[in-house]
């Protein structure tokens, strides 16, 4: 192993070198977020003197732990510290006018960390990409809206980190022309929020949303969370207030008041909203006229991630009432679903209706609206780990092409395909190198994508269930 050094625009970092892969772990593109600097936008970083060592990740945003049966699935790395606001970059030793690959992770904008295994980005650059991944403020620090402070923090972080990569990703042999945003969940919103900004679209040459909600809250809805965790702990809803109290405080408020959710009855989730400097436009608008190329997808059973298979089975049809009755759902959706799905429990059709609310339905529509090149996807293959079929989230150790990680096997098992890792992974890199995955666009008789044991392209699956979702 050898320290390779690299001049970043605010001063040098050391890195390692293993087998033609260099590695940067921790660079600062913003400063620590600590003091007055909490609850506001981020700050270009100060220049230092000498090497810094990149050599280990740096702090995460303030979080806790996955709970519950979810944290067995989803791993919770937690790095405790001030520097949050940092990238790693992965690349080829030779790199030279690459192209360049921007990952945002997901955690529903309250969890979540480049730091997790899964995310390393050794096999992106084993193949030839210049490969950054981002931190970004979650939770009550970077999506409270309150009224002396700006909104939609984390995505403001989000954007400098954009912007620090288009500035700096040449000194590591990247092309600055050629950076493809994508992330997943979470992060495949932050996808969505970046692009829907005209003013950062000149920086991006593609950009992949995987299983990303797509809609941003409206003002009320959004300032829920802070407003509960306010009540919580006595203090009023504001920056002021919250600057006082250590993050972690902040932390286990909304643990205490989200500890009874579940599926059907959730407390209110971070989001983001419609603001002039950070988000101006709703995402699910905006992107129909970005004229950026996109590839955009879910999983056929999104919902088995987000509760255990006996929470399901306690469903019924008049769960489902109350649901088309607090989602305004058209009449016919539930002979639709289960024409769409013959098998299913009740509690299933209403698991993939809630899917298609939140994730499909949106993406479905935007790629048919959209006049820029745009490939859609669904990811089919069923784990085998408790009934988790093709679930939310399953589909990264492919993307990453990462199966051993140990990760990636506790959602897939340890004889997922390493074949459709190979093709998966392998069409990312090259819609990031070329604007073009290998499959149809969408619009060129609504062909989609299905990754499962055998890959093959197919016309739009459950189409008579999503028009009757739409209708």
């Keep these: 192993m050898s320290h390779p050094v690299v001049h970043t625009e605010a001063g040098a970092v050391s890195g390692t070198r293993t087998e033609g892969i260099e590695r940067y772990l921790a660079i600062p593109y913003a400063e620590p977020p600590v003091g007055s600097r909490r609850f506001a936008l981020p700050e270009p970083v100060a220049e230092w003197e000498g090497v810094r060592e990149a050599t280990g990740f740096g702090p995460t945003s303030p979080q806790s732990p996955y709970p519950g049966e979810i944290g067995k699935l989803l791993p919770s790395t937690i790095i405790p510290g001030d520097d949050i606001l940092t990238v790693n970059v992965w690349r080829p030793e030779q790199a030279d006018g690459a192209a360049v690959m921007l990952w945002f992770h997901g955690g529903a904008l309250e969890r979540g960390t480049a730091a997790i295994s899964t995310y390393d980005g050794t096999p992106f650059a084993r193949d030839g990409v210049v490969f950054v991944s981002a931190n970004y403020r979650l939770g009550a620090e970077g999506f409270s809206v309150l009224p002396?402070?700006?909104?939609n923090i984390g995505l403001a972080d989000a954007a400098e980190a954009l912007?620090?990569?288009?500035?700096?990703?040449?000194?590591?042999?990247?092309?600055?022309?050629?950076?493809?945003?994508?992330?997943e969940s979470a992060g495949g919103a932050v996808v969505a929020a970046l692009l829907a900004r005209e003013d950062l679209r000149p920086f991006l040459?593609?950009?992949?949303?995987?299983?990303?909600?797509?809609?941003?809250?409206?003002?009320?809805?959004?300032?829920?969370?802070a407003r509960d965790i306010a009540r919580r702990l006595g203090v009023p809803a504001t920056a002021e207030a919250f600057r006082r109290i250590p993050p972690q405080r902040l932390v286990a408020a909304r643990d205490e008041l989200t500890a009874n959710s579940t599926l059907i009855k959730a407390a209110p989730g971070f989001n983001a909203t419609i603001d002039p400097t950070t988000l101006p436009e709703n995402p699910r608008r905006a992107l129909i006229g970005a004229d950026v190329p996109v590839v955009i997808g879910t999983n056929t059973?999104?919902?088995?991630?987000?509760?255990?298979?006996?929470?399901?089975?306690?469903?019924?049809?008049?769960?489902y009432a109350l649901l088309a009755l607090a989602k305004r759902l058209p009449r016919g959706v539930w002979r639709a679903y289960r024409e769409a799905f013959p098998a299913a429990s009740p509690g299933e059709i209403i698991g993939q209706v809630l899917t298609d609310l939140v994730v499909r339905q949106p993406a479905v529509e935007i790629a048919r609206g959209r006049t820029a090149p745009t490939f859609v996807y669904e990811f089919a293959w069923p784990s085998p780990v408790r009934?988790?079929?093709?679930?939310?989230?399953?589909?990264?150790?492919?993307?990453?092409?990462?199966?051993?990680?140990?990760?990636?096997?506790?959602?897939?098992?340890?004889?997922?395909?390493?074949?459709?890792?190979?093709?998966?992974?392998?069409?990312?890199i090259r819609f990031a190198e070329t604007g073009d995955p290998g499959w149809p666009a969408f619009r060129d008789g609504s062909l989609v994508r299905r990754y499962?044991?055998?890959?093959h392209d197919v016309a739009l699956p459950r189409a008579a269930a999503l028009a009757a979702l739409t209708h």
């Design 148 to 151: 002396d402070a700006p909104r």
């Design 163 to 183: 912007r620090w990569t288009h500035r700096n990703i040449a000194r590591f042999g990247g092309d600055p022309s050629r950076i493809t945003i994508f992330g």
């Design 205 to 225: 040459a593609g950009a992949i949303i995987e299983s990303g909600p797509l809609d941003a809250a409206t003002t009320e809805r959004a300032a829920r969370p």
């Design 301 to 319: 059973d999104e919902y088995r991630l987000w509760d255990t298979p006996a929470a399901f089975a306690k469903l019924s049809r008049g769960t």
């Design 387 to 428: 009934d988790l079929r093709a679930a939310h989230a399953l589909e990264i150790g492919f993307v990453f092409d990462a199966l051993g990680d140990e990760g990636a096997v506790t959602m897939a098992g340890t004889d997922a395909p390493q074949e459709l890792a190979t093709r998966m992974h392998g069409d990312w």
């Design 452 to 455: 499962d044991s055998v890959t």
